[in-house]
Protein backbone atom coordinates (compact mmCIF):
# COMPACT_ATOMS: atom_id res chain seq x y z
CA UNK A 1 0.00 0.00 0.00
CA UNK A 2 3.04 2.14 1.01
CA UNK A 3 4.50 2.06 -2.58
CA UNK A 4 0.91 2.66 -4.36
CA UNK A 5 0.76 5.82 -2.46
CA UNK A 6 4.45 6.77 -3.37
CA UNK A 7 3.26 5.89 -7.11
CA UNK A 8 0.48 7.57 -7.38
CA UNK A 9 2.07 10.81 -6.05
CA UNK A 10 5.01 11.30 -8.35
CA UNK A 11 3.71 9.07 -11.48
CA UNK A 12 1.54 11.43 -13.66
CA UNK A 13 0.91 9.04 -16.89
CA UNK A 14 -0.93 10.89 -19.62
CA UNK A 15 -2.85 8.48 -21.93
CA UNK A 16 -3.01 8.58 -25.71
CA UNK A 17 -6.73 8.84 -25.26
CA UNK A 18 -8.69 6.76 -27.97
CA UNK A 19 -10.45 8.96 -30.98
CA UNK A 20 -13.48 10.41 -30.14
CA UNK A 21 -17.00 10.24 -32.82
CA UNK A 22 -16.17 13.40 -34.06
CA UNK A 23 -12.50 13.08 -35.21
CA UNK A 24 -11.31 15.75 -31.77
CA UNK A 25 -8.98 14.28 -29.64
CA UNK A 26 -8.06 16.16 -26.31
CA UNK A 27 -5.18 15.79 -23.93
CA UNK A 28 -4.25 16.57 -20.39
CA UNK A 29 -0.92 17.24 -19.28
CA UNK A 30 0.64 18.26 -15.44
CA UNK A 31 1.82 21.48 -14.27
CA UNK A 32 3.09 22.55 -10.99
CA UNK A 33 1.23 26.13 -11.26
CA UNK A 34 -0.45 26.71 -7.57
CA UNK A 35 -3.99 26.67 -6.64
CA UNK A 36 -5.95 30.21 -7.41
CA UNK A 37 -5.77 32.78 -4.80
CA UNK A 38 -9.26 33.47 -5.15
CA UNK A 39 -9.81 30.05 -3.71
CA UNK A 40 -10.98 30.46 0.22
CA UNK A 41 -7.44 29.89 2.76
CA UNK A 42 -9.37 27.32 4.01
CA UNK A 43 -10.02 25.40 0.92
CA UNK A 44 -6.56 26.13 -0.44
CA UNK A 45 -4.49 24.57 2.35
CA UNK A 46 -6.54 21.34 1.19
CA UNK A 47 -5.39 20.92 -2.29
CA UNK A 48 -2.17 19.96 -4.15
CA UNK A 49 0.47 22.32 -5.58
CA UNK A 50 0.12 20.90 -8.83
CA UNK A 51 -2.55 20.63 -11.35
CA UNK A 52 -4.15 18.79 -14.37
CA UNK A 53 -4.40 20.83 -17.29
CA UNK A 54 -6.93 20.02 -19.86
CA UNK A 55 -6.02 21.16 -23.43
CA UNK A 56 -8.52 21.14 -26.86
CA UNK A 57 -7.54 19.96 -29.81
CA UNK A 58 -5.79 22.69 -30.96
CA UNK A 59 -3.47 22.26 -27.92
CA UNK A 60 -5.18 25.39 -25.91
CA UNK A 61 -5.85 25.25 -22.60
CA UNK A 62 -9.41 24.58 -21.64
CA UNK A 63 -8.96 24.26 -17.97
CA UNK A 64 -7.10 23.53 -15.07
CA UNK A 65 -8.16 21.28 -11.99
CA UNK A 66 -6.21 20.96 -8.61
CA UNK A 67 -7.58 17.86 -6.67
CA UNK A 68 -7.59 17.63 -2.78
CA UNK A 69 -3.95 15.89 -0.76
CA UNK A 70 -6.24 13.96 1.11
CA UNK A 71 -9.97 13.10 1.66
CA UNK A 72 -11.26 11.68 4.89
CA UNK A 73 -13.91 8.92 5.60
CA UNK A 74 -15.87 6.79 7.86
CA UNK A 75 -15.81 3.39 5.79
CA UNK A 76 -15.35 0.67 8.31
CA UNK A 77 -11.93 -1.26 7.86
CA UNK A 78 -13.90 -4.06 5.47
CA UNK A 79 -15.02 -1.27 3.03
CA UNK A 80 -11.19 0.28 2.55
CA UNK A 81 -10.04 -3.63 2.22
CA UNK A 82 -12.88 -4.18 -0.52
CA UNK A 83 -12.11 -0.86 -1.85
CA UNK A 84 -13.84 2.24 -1.86
CA UNK A 85 -16.27 3.89 -3.57
CA UNK A 86 -17.77 7.82 -4.09
CA UNK A 87 -20.85 6.27 -1.32
CA UNK A 88 -17.97 6.12 1.47
CA UNK A 89 -17.26 10.03 0.82
CA UNK A 90 -19.59 12.40 2.26
CA UNK A 91 -21.84 14.12 0.06
CA UNK A 92 -20.64 18.20 -0.30
CA UNK A 93 -16.91 17.14 0.59
CA UNK A 94 -14.33 19.44 -1.35
CA UNK A 95 -12.90 17.10 -3.78
CA UNK A 96 -10.53 19.77 -5.36
CA UNK A 97 -11.17 23.28 -7.79
CA UNK A 98 -11.14 23.79 -11.13
CA UNK A 99 -9.97 27.28 -13.43
CA UNK A 100 -11.26 27.46 -16.61
CA UNK A 101 -9.96 29.36 -19.45
CA UNK A 102 -12.54 29.28 -21.97
CA UNK A 103 -15.78 29.45 -21.78
CA UNK A 104 -17.57 26.23 -21.63
CA UNK A 105 -20.55 23.82 -20.49
CA UNK A 106 -21.11 21.41 -17.81
CA UNK A 107 -22.70 17.96 -18.06
CA UNK A 108 -26.00 19.40 -18.47
CA UNK A 109 -25.52 21.72 -21.27
CA UNK A 110 -25.46 24.73 -19.06
CA UNK A 111 -22.98 27.71 -19.38
CA UNK A 112 -19.92 28.18 -17.53
CA UNK A 113 -18.06 31.08 -17.62
CA UNK A 114 -14.55 31.68 -17.28
CA UNK A 115 -13.31 31.99 -13.58
CA UNK A 116 -12.48 29.44 -10.22
CA UNK A 117 -14.90 27.13 -8.89
CA UNK A 118 -14.95 24.81 -6.07
CA UNK A 119 -15.39 21.09 -6.48
CA UNK A 120 -17.58 19.28 -4.30
CA UNK A 121 -19.24 15.61 -4.04
CA UNK A 122 -23.05 15.55 -5.20
CA UNK A 123 -25.13 12.38 -5.82
CA UNK A 124 -28.25 12.50 -7.55
CA UNK A 125 -31.39 12.85 -5.88
CA UNK A 126 -33.65 9.31 -5.48
CA UNK A 127 -36.65 10.97 -7.52
CA UNK A 128 -38.72 10.68 -10.42
CA UNK A 129 -37.45 14.22 -12.10
CA UNK A 130 -34.02 12.72 -12.45
CA UNK A 131 -34.46 9.45 -13.19
CA UNK A 132 -32.25 8.58 -16.78
CA UNK A 133 -30.57 11.84 -17.22
CA UNK A 134 -27.28 10.70 -16.90
CA UNK A 135 -25.02 7.56 -16.94
CA UNK A 136 -23.99 7.45 -13.45
CA UNK A 137 -25.63 9.37 -10.43
CA UNK A 138 -22.43 10.70 -8.42
CA UNK A 139 -21.22 14.22 -9.63
CA UNK A 140 -18.80 17.03 -8.95
CA UNK A 141 -20.97 20.08 -8.49
CA UNK A 142 -19.18 23.37 -9.06
CA UNK A 143 -19.34 26.58 -7.50
CA UNK A 144 -17.76 29.74 -7.91
CA UNK A 145 -15.04 30.44 -5.44
CA UNK A 146 -16.29 33.90 -4.20
CA UNK A 147 -18.90 32.36 -2.86
CA UNK A 148 -17.87 29.15 -1.47
CA UNK A 149 -16.22 30.49 1.99
CA UNK A 150 -15.69 27.44 4.30
CA UNK A 151 -14.24 24.15 3.62
CA UNK A 152 -16.78 22.09 6.03
CA UNK A 153 -19.32 19.90 4.47
CA UNK A 154 -22.44 21.78 4.53
CA UNK A 155 -26.56 21.16 3.69
CA UNK A 156 -26.72 18.94 0.22
CA UNK A 157 -29.66 22.47 -0.25
CA UNK A 158 -27.41 24.73 0.81
CA UNK A 159 -24.47 23.64 -1.76
CA UNK A 160 -27.61 23.42 -4.95
CA UNK A 161 -28.58 26.76 -4.00
CA UNK A 162 -24.66 28.05 -4.06
CA UNK A 163 -24.66 26.35 -7.19
CA UNK A 164 -27.07 27.53 -8.90
CA UNK A 165 -26.40 30.98 -8.02
CA UNK A 166 -22.98 31.05 -9.10
CA UNK A 167 -23.73 30.21 -13.17
CA UNK A 168 -26.85 31.77 -12.73
CA UNK A 169 -29.24 28.84 -13.63
CA UNK A 170 -31.94 26.28 -12.54
CA UNK A 171 -30.18 23.37 -12.21
CA UNK A 172 -26.41 23.62 -10.53
CA UNK A 173 -23.58 23.17 -12.18
CA UNK A 174 -22.55 19.32 -12.40
CA UNK A 175 -19.88 17.20 -13.82
CA UNK A 176 -20.73 13.37 -14.36
CA UNK A 177 -18.34 10.63 -12.24
CA UNK A 178 -17.74 7.83 -14.11
CA UNK A 179 -16.36 4.97 -11.68
CA UNK A 180 -12.37 4.71 -11.34
CA UNK A 181 -12.02 1.33 -9.80
CA UNK A 182 -8.39 -0.02 -9.07
CA UNK A 183 -7.05 3.29 -9.49
CA UNK A 184 -3.15 3.27 -9.84
CA UNK A 185 -2.71 6.45 -12.37
CA UNK A 186 -3.86 9.29 -13.86
CA UNK A 187 -5.02 9.53 -17.50
CA UNK A 188 -7.67 11.12 -19.79
CA UNK A 189 -10.06 8.47 -21.83
CA UNK A 190 -11.97 9.40 -24.88
CA UNK A 191 -15.29 7.58 -24.06
CA UNK A 192 -18.57 6.56 -26.74
CA UNK A 193 -20.63 9.91 -27.50
CA UNK A 194 -17.58 11.97 -27.28
CA UNK A 195 -17.28 11.57 -23.16
CA UNK A 196 -13.57 12.69 -22.40
CA UNK A 197 -13.10 11.63 -18.53
CA UNK A 198 -9.98 12.16 -16.40
CA UNK A 199 -9.43 9.65 -14.60
CA UNK A 200 -6.96 9.51 -11.49
CA UNK A 201 -6.51 8.39 -7.69
CA UNK A 202 -6.98 10.43 -4.51
CA UNK A 203 -5.91 9.21 -1.23
CA UNK A 204 -8.29 8.72 1.79
CA UNK A 205 -7.89 8.01 5.53
CA UNK A 206 -10.53 6.00 7.28
CA UNK A 207 -9.84 6.28 10.63
CA UNK A 208 -6.56 4.59 10.70
CA UNK A 209 -6.65 3.07 7.62
CA UNK A 210 -5.48 4.74 4.38
CA UNK A 211 -7.39 3.83 1.10
CA UNK A 212 -7.83 5.34 -2.48
CA UNK A 213 -11.00 6.73 -4.58
CA UNK A 214 -10.51 6.74 -8.26
CA UNK A 215 -12.38 9.74 -9.38
CA UNK A 216 -13.41 9.51 -13.32
CA UNK A 217 -14.25 13.42 -13.96
CA UNK A 218 -15.97 14.56 -17.31
CA UNK A 219 -14.50 17.37 -18.26
CA UNK A 220 -15.80 16.63 -21.99
CA UNK A 221 -19.33 15.14 -22.46
CA UNK A 222 -22.99 15.96 -21.85
CA UNK A 223 -26.37 14.29 -21.00
CA UNK A 224 -28.22 13.13 -23.52
CA UNK A 225 -31.22 15.24 -22.49
Sequence with gaps: ???LFAAT???MLLAQPAL????????IKSATTEPPKELDASILKLLENKSIQLLDPSGALICEL??????????????VKNGLTYRELKETSVIGAIRYDQAWADYRKQKI???????????????????GKSIHTEFLV????????KSDTMAVKSLLE??????????????????YNKAVSTN????????WVLQTPIAVQAGALRGVVGFGITLVGEADE
Design 142 to 149: LSAAEKDK
Design 66 to 79: WLCKQLASEAAPEQ
Design 9 to 11: TVL
Design 20 to 27: AQDGKKFS
Design 188 to 195: LVGLEKNH
Design 1 to 3: MRY
Design 162 to 179: MSMKSIDAGHPAVLMLFP
Design 113 to 131: KTGVYTMRLGFQPADGDHQ
